[in-house]
C-alpha cells in the first residue's frame, strides 16, 4: 500500500468575518465569527475597552479616597439621559452637551461638559418627555429638540442656559430669501420636532409626518409654511424617520421602508425636486445612519445594514447585496421590534454599529465594519455596557412583570397580585356600589386606592445597553465616545486612551475606587481546513501561533476546541491554559525570575508572560521594563480526529491573547467508506 502523504491546511494571517459561507467554503484569511477582536495588519488581536474619563462622568460625592476625607474618586451616572451632542460656542470652546430628565418635571437638567473643567449645569428647571431628546448647531448657538409636544430651544452662551426662540429678522435682500416685508410676514417659527438638520445654511425640520419645514437662509428661527414645506411623499404612506446630508446640494429623506433624494438644494429652494430611491426599504430609527467615506450606510429592517452609493453616472442608487451580507447570521438575531433604538458611527476607519440582539430591548452588541481590511470585525459585547435585567433577590424571575409580581405585601391578605391588590379602593359616589376605578369615575366620582404593591425585593433592575454614539475631540483628537443607558459615558476602543479592559463602575460601593476591571473575553471561530478535498481525513496535529500577556492565575485562560462537521463533534485540546511571570519557556533549568526585579532582568528574553502584578513592590533598576509586551508562544497539540474539515475555537478569559497563524495537519483517510463514519 502506497504511503499517505501528509496534508496541510492553515491561515498565516487573517481579514475579517465571514458568518454566512459555510466554513469549508471561506477564503483563506477569514474566520467563521469573532467576538472582541480586531484584525490589525494580519493578526487578531483583542479590541480595546471601554475607559470612563473623569471629565465626563458625575463624582460620586459618597466616595472619598479615605475615611477621613478627600479627593472623590468614585463615579456615579447621569440618570434617566434623554440625549447627548455638542456645542462650539462663540469663544471656539467645544462642549458636551447630556439632557438628563432625573427628577420632576419642570427640574431636568441639561450638562455641559469639556477637558479640564467641573462639568457645568447648563439648566436645571426643564421638562422633558417620553422623547428623546437632539442637538443641532446653527451658527454660533446650539438648539435642542425635545419632541412634538415641547418648543425647541436654544443655547448661545453656556452661562446663559437653553432659552425659549424667538423670531429674528431675516435679510430679505440676499437672493437665496424670498424679497418680502418683515414685519407680520406671514413666516411661522420654527415648528416642534424631534429633530433638525443644519444644511446649507439653512435648518431643515422634519415634523407632520412626511413634512420637512426649511428655515429662510442664513436664519434658523422663520420658515415660511407654504413656500418653504416641502413633502417627502410618492405615493407612500411610511413616516419620515430622519434627514442625513448626502453633499453640499442632496439631501436623504429616510422613512420607514422608503428613501428619497432632494436635489438642487440652492438658492431660494424653488428648483428643488424630488428623487426615489427605494421603496424596498426603509430606515429602522433616527440614529441608524452614518457616512462611510462617499456612501451612507443604514440599517433597513428589511435588508439589514445597507448601502447607498453615488455612482461614476452621478446616479444615486442602494447596492443590491446589503453590506452586512457577510455577518446575516447575526442579523438575523436583530429584535426588530426594538431595532430602532440602533445607534451607528464612523471613527478611525470603523464603522460601529449598536444593536439589540437575542430578544434584548437595548443595544447588546456592537457590529464592526473595518474599512481597511473590508471585512467584518464581527461584533463586541461586554458588561460594562451591556447587562440583562435581574429581579434582585429573586433570580428566577427573568421579565419585569414577573419580578414585579413576586412576592408582594398588600393590606388585603387575599390580594395576591398586583393587579388585584391596587383595584381595593373606595368611591366618593354611590354609597360603595362603585367597586372599581373606571365605575366609579364614569359615574363623577373620585376614587382613592387602598392598597399598595410593595415587592418583596427591592425590585427590578432594567438591562443596560448602548444608548449612543459620539465622536467629540479630546486629548488632541477626535475620539469615540459611548453612552449607555446606565448613565455612564466614555471613551471606546482607542488605541490612546483605552487600555485593554472595560472599566464597569459599581454604585454600591461606599469606599475606595467603585470602578472595576473587566478582562475583556475574546473567541474567534476559524474557516473549516479541508486541505482542499472534500474527501475525509484523519486530522492529527493543529497549530496555533499566539502573543499573550497577563495570561496568568490559577482559574480560565486560553481554551481552543477542534469542531469536525458532524453533528455536535467537539474535542477541547487545550483548556485554561495559563501561564507563568515567574517561569521561562526555556532554558528549562534556568532559575526563576524574582517579580521585585531585584536582580535587574525583567526583560531577559524567554520568559512565560512579562506583565506586572500590582501588589508586588517592583524597582525598575536600569534595564527597563515593558509590562505591556507579548509573548509568542506555539501551541502543537496532537490528537486522531475524522471529518472531511475541522474549524478552530480559540477563547480566552483573561488578559490579553493575540492570534497570529493557525495550521492543521493530517492525512487521507484510506478506508473505504460507504456511509459516513
Known sequence: MPALHPLNDGDPAFVGVNAKIAPDRLKPGFVSDAVNV?????????????????????????????????????FKPFLNVKGIGKFSDPNGVSWLLAASAEGNAGSHKVYAMTAGNDIQVVNSNLTFDENDVTFVQCFNVVLMFRGEDLEPLKLSRIDDGFVSIAQEETDTTIDENEDREIVDDGTDQIPNANSGLFFSNRLLIPHSRDLVAASDYLSYTRYQPILSNFRINSGSDDKLVALWKFDQTTLLCFKESSVYAVRNIVGNLSDIYLDELSRTMGLTGAKAVTTVGKDVWFLS?????????????????????????????????????????????????????????????????????????????????????????????????????????????????????KVSCEAVGTCSVGGGSHTNKTACEAAGGNWTQTNTWTPSGTGWTPEIGIKDFITFKFGGAERLFMLTSEGYMGVYDDPIICDDYDERTVTATTSGRNSLYDDIPTEVTTRGYSMNSVDFKNFKQANVGIATNNVVGDSGGITITCKLDGVKETEKIVENLTFSRTKYHKPFDKANYQESNVNDDNLDPDREDYSMDVDTAFDPKTNGVDPDKRQDSLQKKSFNLKGSFLQMKIENTKGVTEIKSTEVSGIPDATTITTRR
Open 301 to 417: 429592517d428589511q435588508r439589514g445594514i445597507v448601502s447607498l452609493q453615488l455612482h461614476e453616472s452621478g446616479k444615486l442608487q442602494g447596492q443590491d447585496i446589503p453590506a452586512s451580507d457577510a455577518i446575516q447570521p447575526l442579523i438575523d438575531r436583530i429584535n426588530w421590534d426594538y431595532a430602532h433604538k440602533a445607534v451607528a458611527a464612523y471613527w478611525g476607519n470603523r464603522a460601529y454599529w449598536a444593536l439589540p440582539v437575542d430578544g434584548a430591548k437595548e443595544n447588546n452588541i456592537v457590529a464592526v465594519y473595518d474599512f481597511r481590511n473590508g471585512a467584518w470585525s464581527g461584533y463586541d459585547t461586554g458588561e460594562a455596557f451591556t447587562k440583562d435585567g435581574v429581579c434582585n433577590g429573586a433570580t428566577q424571575y427573568t421579565s419585569e412583570g414577573a419580578c414585579v409580581a413576586f412576592g408582594g405585601a398588600c393590606s388585603d391578605a387575599n390580594k395576591k397580585d
Open 38 to 74: 480586531r484584525f490589525d495588519n494580519g493578526a487578531i488581536v483583542p479590541r480595546k475597552g471601554l475607559k470612563k474619563v473623569g471629565w465626563v462622568n458625575q463624582t460620586n460625592t459618597e466616595i472619598t479616597s479615605h475615611s477621613t476625607g478627600g479627593r472623590h474618586i468614585g
